[in-house]
Structure formats: C-alpha cells, structure tokens
C-alpha cells in the first residue's frame, strides 16, 4: 500500500495467506525456489560427476549470480517506474528458458564431460539473467501487497519459501538427478518455473507511481549517502551471501570425502534448509527481544558456528548437525537485515536498494564461489571452508559496533 495511506489494524499470519493478493504470491515463490534449489543441487551433482572439478561446481554459481552485478541496477530502476509485476513474470520466463534448454541439450547431445559441464554452466547463466531481471521487482512488490502494520510479518513470511525450498529442494533434486536423470530434472524445475510465471501473469498490474522522478541507480546510491544504516545493512547482507555459497559449491567435495554421492549432497544441502526452517521459528522472539540489528549480528555468528566444525566432520549425521545449525544463523542474520532495510526505504527508491540488495546478497554469490573453488582445489575443502567462516566472523564483529549505534537511531 502506498505509505500515504492511513495506519491499519495488522492481520494475523493465517488471514494474510488467505488474503487474494498476498497469497498467490506467497504460494508461487514456494513453487520457484523449489525449482531454484531442485536445479542447484542437481546441477552441481551433475557438473562434480563429470568432472570431479569444485571450480567447474563454482563455476555454475558465477553463471547464475554474475548477472546480479552486471543487470540488478538497471532492473532495479525499472522495477521503480514500470509494472514490477509484469517484470517478475519476464524474469521468471527467462529463467524457466534457462532450464528448459538444458533440459533439451540432456535429452539431445547428452551431458558427457567437460563439454557437458560447460553446458550446465551456461544453463545456469540464462537463469542467472532470469533472477537479475524478476529479483528486484519480487522484492519491491512485497509491500505493495500488504498494509504497512503488516509489513515485518509479511517479510518473515517471504523469507518461509525460500526457506523451505532450502529444506525440501536439494533432497528432491539429488533424489531426482540420481535416479530420474538430468533430462527429468532440468524438465521439471522448468515446468515449476513457468508455473510461477503463469500465477503472477494472472495477478494484476502494479506499476509504480515514480514516472516522472528520478529513477537512476545513482539515485539510491546517494540515498545510501544520506542513510548510512542501509548501507551498513547491505554490507552486513554481503557477508551473509559469502557465508552461505559453500553449502552448494563445497558439498559435492565434502559429500565425497565421507564417501557418499549425490544422495549425502542432498542430505547436507537440506541439512541447511531444515537449520533455516529452525530460525525462522525463533526470530521473532528473538527480534522483539534483542532488536533487528542484533537479531543480525548473532545470526552471522551462528552461521560461522554451524559452517565451521564441517572441517571435523567424519560421519553424514555430525555433518547434518553443522548445517543445521548454519541454516539458523542464515535465517536470523538474512531477515534481520532485510526487514530492517524494507522498513527504512521509501517506496519510490525500493526497487533500485532492492536491487542493490540483490547485488549485495546473490552478486556475492560468484566472488565467494570462485574464491571456495580456488582454494579447495589448490588446497583442499577444509581451507576453502575455514576461510569462509573467517570471513563470516570478520563481518560479524566489524559490523556490530557500527549497526548497533546507527540502525537504531531513527532513519
């Protein structure tokens, strides 16, 4: 709703799903990032059988997150003067073609070496463009759809998809690719895809009402300028997005030092997402109780709890528990500080910081990816993770000071 609007009474959780606008939406990001997490795992088993390469496993990440940095900021923009609805169901389209063409390249030529992996990368950086066009006006449609009193439950509630896709889609998808093949996954992820598509095709239009205004990226970069606490957010959302790249890029390596395949892949993959599920059962008390940018602070130390002790890892179950407990701190530190930047913005710059969340966030996404397959290969897994988890903390403290004295001053 437009932020003129006068204050209403917040709706409770089971009255915002039923609600006609948010529901559909709500529903259909389940089906995506299913989709989304069904076609990672898969793709990284595929890509790590054919070549036993982590970089190559990387390599998949940087096709489909390099796109954030190269294509966010102009989505963004358009996201704050164009219908953001119509620009989610384009992006979604352009990612089910991602999927559906490697789903085809499978069923044709086949996935066979170095060849195929190439391929899978390239899968995955047509998805990639699909998430830099849709993603930014996903996240700046969300207010829109419910009251102002109702918007720090409404993005807890964004955060559950995802979440559960986290839990259920890295099993589907290691289950599917395993038995199934890559031809019955990729076709899969594509049909979830498009499903998505066609609901929020159906929904109606809602076009911003920032035409005639300044709609540069350069425009929120300033905003950042004079708003010092989201940029200190977004910085504390970099580190969450460095922090949780290793669960899909190391898996593979990690799952086959504890001789497994696909199937431990799968188990750790979900490990994380049932951990995420766990956080975001405890952060609204959390929240209430220490306040959003604490809830943040602790969630990134969490993270690197839970990332750190894989190293020592030398049983599937022990490794599960770690990424359980990574998982959480996902949650908490990831919707901390989301929910702090979504109740600072201003609707008219939404869709261009959302996009710079995005860059911040899923644009981390390749750096961390190419820097855990160097090291991996060069060194080994453990080294690869531990530095990840060093990162995390470093963030964690750097940031602490900083985003307890600024995001608490009024905005």
Known sequence: MPETSPPLAARRVP???RDRTFGPFFIGQIVANMGVWIHNV??????????RSTTLVAAITIGQFAPQILLTPW??????????????VVGTVITATGTGLLALWSAGPGLVGTSGAYAVVLGATVVGIGFAIGGPASQALLPSLVRRTELPTAITLSSV???????LGPAVGALLVTTA?????????????ATYGLMMFRRTATASHVARRDTRILAAVAYLGRDRPVGFLLV????????VDPVITLAPAFADGLGGGGDLVGLITSAFGVGAILGFIVQPRMRRRLGIERSGTIGLIVLAAGLGPLVLATTATFAALTMIVAGAGMTLSLTAFTTAIQQRVPDALRGRVMALWSIAFLGSRPVAAALSGLLSDTFSEDVALLTATAIILLGAVVSRPTLTREVSRPG
């Not at 959302?237 to 922090?243: D, I, N, P, R």
């Open 75 to 88: 989505s963004g923009a358009r996201a704050d003067r164009a219908d953001r609805r119509r620009q989610l």
């Open 236 to 243: 504390g959302v970099t580190v969450v997005g460095l922090g």
């Open 161 to 167: 998809p995802m979440t559960v896709a986290r839990a």
């Open 42 to 51: 898969a793709a990284a088993i595929v890509v790590w059988e054919l070549t």
């Open 181 to 193: 093949g890559p031809t019955v996954t990729f076709t899969i992820t594509t049909v979830l895809q």
């Open 15 to 17: 009255e915002l799903l």
